[in-house]
């Protein structure tokens, strides 16, 4: 036996996922026919054209743009145009609400079947006597004026380092001289670049480190469960705080918490007019790198898969959740000491729409492994590192710290909610009585 446990509830979910699948193909073949067959065909055909176009339109230029943003715009329009000439519109949105519902009660019937999807927490002990906090003050537009987080943090005893003035700072050698000067606790507000670089220093000295939701995106917090929308509510893990250890990923030797990519992003970003004008200079510079005419190419080698010349490829401190078609959603656990790798290879319109399959699409790569060699054609490649463009050297090395970082976060907290479950049709079909046999247990 597997050891999953299933409860009545979810043997009834499971049971109405099929019954609800049965009911839309039930509602096609009665009210349309043979007709059923061509608005399959149809509505698949709409989606291949989509992708396809959606390719064109990001590698090409001139017209031949402007000709596959039409397609991708009226593809969808003429299937509905179609449908309704043939008096089948209401078939086809009845039948596809009832495959979404099909595919909600399925996944609620698998979410019982996700044990210690959630971080342990540990006691926040021995209380900082000397937390050292580092503020940006441009973060996130000003977050750190807006909810007053200096004045709060020192009523909380920590001291502050704002990052003002014109010229760069080095925030990992303020943090070593913060410690080296006493601080037994470091925190950042401001950007997950900033979060990383003292988060490394954190991690080396064995000191806690606390998370202030004060960038503009704020990943790492948000997968920490941590409130965004109030910066202020994360300085509670300084007096009534709980720890999590947490996994830091290593890139040559350089501490990232959220993630690292290569390709495509990671040289658009590179480009000088990039910050200044992002959607012309990404439409700009996506044909050549999608032709392969600018642009290192790329091979990665994880244990024994390789992922060859990739035009995107994401490394992830923890692999993030399968909700869609790359697993590109939220990482419920920062915990278990593996890299989450994400590629794409798209070098045609048929592998774009070959990516309609998800992770069973040919220009598709997603693993985990605990090391990652990406290689180049070049000496040196553009690599984003928690968003910030960094050039280096190659072979570039991944690597994961397991459980090197305490993190201090608030107790009462917003949480991270429970991660989607996996498509498990092995199991979905045990729940619902349809096999016999439980997924894992010997036959």
Known sequence: MNGLKSTPAQRWLARLSFMLAGLAIVILLVFAGLKSLAMVAVGLAAAVVGLAAAYFFLSRRGIWRWLSLAAFVGAPIAVIVVYAFRDLLWIAVLSAALWLLASMTARLSLAGNQPDWHMPEHPAQPPAQHPYLVM??????????????????????????LLEGAEPVDVAKVAREAVDAGADLLGVAGGDG????????AAEHGIPFVVISAGTRNHFALDLGLDREDPSACLSALSDGVEL???LGMINGQTFVNNASFGAYAEVVETPAYRGDKVHTTLNTLPDLLQGHRGARL???????????????????NPYGTGDIAGLGRRARLDRGILGVV???VASARQAAGLLRGRHGTGLSVLTT???????????????VDGESILMSTPVTCTISPGV???????DRPGVPAPKPPRDWARLRYLAGISETEPGSPH
Request: overall charge positive; hydrophobic content about 40%; aromatic content about 4%.
């Open 299 to 317: 091979r990665a080698q994880a244990d024994s898969t390789t992922i060859k010349a990739p035009q995107a490829l994401l490394v992830s401190n």
């Open 370 to 384: 605990k090391q990652i060699e990406i290689s180049a054609d070049v000496p040196q490649i553009p690599v984003g």
């Open 405 to 411: 970082l305490r993190v201090w976060v608030p107790r």
């Open 194 to 201: 900033t979060q990383a670089l003292v988060a490394g220093i």
């Open 245 to 247: 250890r947490v996994d």
């Open 343 to 345: 590629g794409v290879t």
């Open 136 to 161: 940006n003050p441009k973060s996130g537009g000003g977050k750190v004026g807006k909810f007053d987080l200096k004045r709060k943090a020192e009523d909380l005893g920590a001291e502050v380092f």
